[in-house]
């Protein structure tokens, strides 16, 4: 049947996934409005990696993405991979170096990742952006967006808006509201890579502010071997921004201070250094506040070579499981991304389309797929993006 609309495809969002999904079905011959109420694209891109975009990760894979469904991801992470992203970033000529754990970012600017993905857009792809989208319906097999610039129609409708998180850069719940409307389930949103909060009777630790270390961090079964930062409210740094993602109300976190020494290192320091303090070697490895810190909550003052080994070994423990009651997150303001979303289970891995309604297709943070910090996201979005490109 000839498509009497305008458009094959209506693209809702103009950040890494919408942008990456509008270019893909662009070069494949599609005909794409892409909408949006910020006045320019990629506004996450723009400000991620300290304005240097962490634009992949070269160890992408589903095992790094926390989702309702563990495997949901594999799929589109094996067909668009951080190596095909990697060769689009070469063909445009863009610098880049790995930083540390597989992660990628720009030499130059983020503002590179965004022209690129705007360079790969054929004139098919219509810019409609600044645009306030009022509704969206669909009948007889057309989806029907109105909104404050005019209104597009398209028998194919991709939802990339996004989760809430940062809302002052446009962020907005309406992918959860039009997958609802058209009958998709919602995974509850929470914020996610998000600083954690410590209630007031942790302000000893509140007085550490600016200290950073590096820890192992651990929710349950979940570890992470990265740089804790005391803040004003609480915890951050990359070890506490990964574990938040596994965090729930009412859990704790445990912090190994002691993550490089051996098994009984405070009692064979007893016997190699009798006269030292506790608060002096902590000194000679952490931040002296930080071991001022520790030192004092333990109560220890004494030479190693006066104390119990037994006390010592308590000691040792407490410095490898330290645990901290978090009483919550910075919150969506804060959040680098958002956890939950979309449900897989009504979409299909293969091009992100819903199982029930085959032309609309979900894609990127809006979907119950959060990646892990350094790259992981932006990989799901560009993956998640050329997949639903391949079913427009
Ligand atoms: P994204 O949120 O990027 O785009 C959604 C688009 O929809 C936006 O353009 C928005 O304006 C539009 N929109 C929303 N509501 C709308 C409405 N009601 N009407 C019309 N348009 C609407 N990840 C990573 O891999 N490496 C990194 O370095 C970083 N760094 C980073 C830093 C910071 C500060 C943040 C907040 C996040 C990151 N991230 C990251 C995460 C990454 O930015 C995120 O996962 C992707 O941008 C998600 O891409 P999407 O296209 O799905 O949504």
Request: proline fraction near 6%; glycine fraction near 12%.
């Amino acid at each position: 049947m000839p498509n009497p609309a305008p458009y094959d495809a209506i693209v809702l969002g103009a950040g890494g996934a919408g942008l990456m999904c509008a270019g893909v079905a662009g070069q494949r011959g599609r005909r794409v409005a892409l909408i949006d109420h910020n006045d320019d694209p990629g506004a996450k891109i723009l400000i991620s990696g300290g304005g240097r975009c962490n634009f992949t990760n070269s160890e992408a894979a589903a095992d790094r993405y926390v989702s309702a469904n563990p495997h949901f991801a594999r799929s589109a992470l094996s067909r668009y991979t951080a190596a095909d992203f990697v060769a689009m970033v070469d063909r445009h000529g863009i610098a880049w170096h790995e930083k540390t754990l597989g992660q990628l970012f720009c030499d130059g600017s983020a503002r590179q990742i965004v022209r690129m993905l705007l360079d790969e857009c054929p004139d098919s792809v219509t810019h409609v952006m600044g645009r306030a989208v009022r509704s969206v319906d669909h009948a007889d097999g057309v989806f029907r967006v109105e909104t404050d610039g005019g209104v597009f129609t398209a028998p194919k409708l991709v939802i990339a808006t996004g989760g809430p998180s940062i809302p002052k850069l446009g962020a907005t719940g309406l992918a959860y509201d039009l997958a609802r409307k058209f009958g998709l389930k919602i995974v509850e949103p929470r914020p996610a890579l998000v600083p954690l909060t410590l209630p007031g009777d942790e302000a000893l630790f509140q007085n550490l502010s600016g200290v950073a270390v590096p820890v192992v961090a651990r929710c349950g079964p979940t570890a992470f071997a990265e740089a804790a930062l005391f803040t004003h409210r609480g915890l951050s740094g990359p070890a506490i921004l990964q574990i938040s993602s596994y965090w729930r109300h009412g859990q704790d976190i445990a912090i190994d201070f002691l993550p490089d020494t051996p098994a009984q290192w405070l009692t064979d320091l007893k016997r190699a250094q009798p006269n030292a303090t506790l608060r002096r070697v902590l000194s000679a490895m952490l931040p002296d506040r930080l071991a001022v810190a520790l030192a004092e909550r333990l109560g220890a003052g004494e030479a190693l070579g006066q104390t119990r080994d037994a006390l010592l070994a308590e000691q040792e423990t407490r410095l490898r499981r330290w645990t901290f009651r978090p009483n919550g997150t910075e919150g969506f303001a804060k959040a680098e991304v958002t956890i939950g979303g979309v449900a897989t289970d009504g979409l299909s891995q293969r091009d992100l389309s819903a199982r029930h309604l085959p032309g609309l297709h979900v894609i990127g943070e809006a979907v119950d797929v959060t990646g892990w910090l350094g790259g992981y996201n932006f990989q799901w979005a560009w993956a998640s993006g050329w997949a639903a490109a391949q079913g427009l």
